[in-house]
């Protein structure tokens, strides 16, 4: 199985989202790494125009058909009704109903052979007007809107055994995003949830980043120096929530959460939070 995570980033130009991933595939005793995050790039003769991300959990001859089929529809629709642009936050809502349809009916198709796949999967955008979509489609292939409320997604195992009671305990909300480093808060929780959930495997540095930059919308993969900052960065995460922990049995939770005002009002006189 896997575990996906995606998040809405509040940056200097609008909404962005970050979708992350581990890469462990498990079938019965058997455990490989594969990519889970799908880009999807309307590429021309002189330029690529990013479109969406997916990203899928279950079944895997399912995840890639549903990929291609989303890949299909947002291309047909850019170059026939999106002038070779990326979708307004409108109109990637609408091809969502038809990605929707297409997968109800392909879901549909392989109950009534007596196939019942387990599938996810998230589909999600940045338009150019800097507002984010975020999508989740469940096992009957409907979708529902995330990206207001409650701002993220997970799927996958990981989900059940910890991704969302960590994305929860470490306080994640979409309006307060600004002031994180939400790849890095992916990063942890998939590394952390990898240790007690054997189907999930550690974070090896499969993330799309998507937003808006000097006023066209980008999309690419973390790069390899931002993934050794992260796997040099979590282990001491880890050891100063645990050694925190420790100091609230010592000197109380009051006394704690003075030291913890204090740093806040510095940082604030200091603008960086």
Sequence with gaps: MTLIIVLKWLVKEGEAIVMSSDSRVTAGPVAYEIRKIYPIILKTEDKEVPLAIAGGAGEATVIKQ????????????????WKGQTPTFEQFEDAVY?????????LRELREQSLKPDFNMILASVSPQGKASIYMFDNNGLAEPV????????????????????????????????????????????????????????????????????GEIRLGPLKIEALKEYKQKIPIRKDVLQRIWKLLDILGEEEIRKIIEELEKRIRAENKY
């Design 147 to 214: 990206h207001d409320n409650p701002g993220f997604a997970l799927i996958g195992t990981g989900f059940v055994t910890g991704g969302n009671l960590l994305l929860r305990l470490l306080g994640y909300s979409a309006e307060e995003s600004y002031i994180l480093d939400l790849g890095l808060l992916s990063a942890f929780i998939i590394d952390v949830v990898s240790e007690v959930d054997p189907a999930v495997g550690p974070f090896v540095g499969e993330s799309y980043f998507m937003r808006i930059e000097n």
């Design 98 to 106: 038809q990605v929707e349809s297409a997968l109800i009916k392909r």
């Design 66 to 81: 549903s990929y291609r089929l989303c890949e299909k529809i947002l291309t047909e629709l850019a170059l026939k009704e």
